[in-house]
């Protein structure tokens, strides 16, 4: 269930750590603590999103695989 929904939960995270700073920042009260807490919540996200990223990725497993048929095509071609 982690892998369906792990990307929409990154993504919800980096909109509301960007709401909040986008709130505090506007608002005429500028509150240091929401604004922190706003880009912890961005940072957060980025991480785990980050880390989603490099878990499902498969560039290396495809060029592993390309490797192993170029060698093959060429012992064959000798």
Request: aromatic share 10%; glycine share 6%; hydrophobic share 40%.
């Amino acid at each position: 269930m982690y892998k369906k929904y792990a990307q929409a939960i990154n993504t919800v995270l980096i909109f509301i750590g960007g709401a909040i700073l986008l709130y505090t920042i506007a608002g005429e009260e500028k509150s240091k603590y929401l604004q922190i807490l706003g880009l912890i919540i961005i940072m957060l996200g980025l991480y785990r999103a980050t880390n989603y990223w490099v878990e499902t990725k498969d560039d290396t497993q495809d060029d592993a695989q390309n490797d192993i048929e170029e060698e093959t095509n060429s012992e064959n071609q000798k």
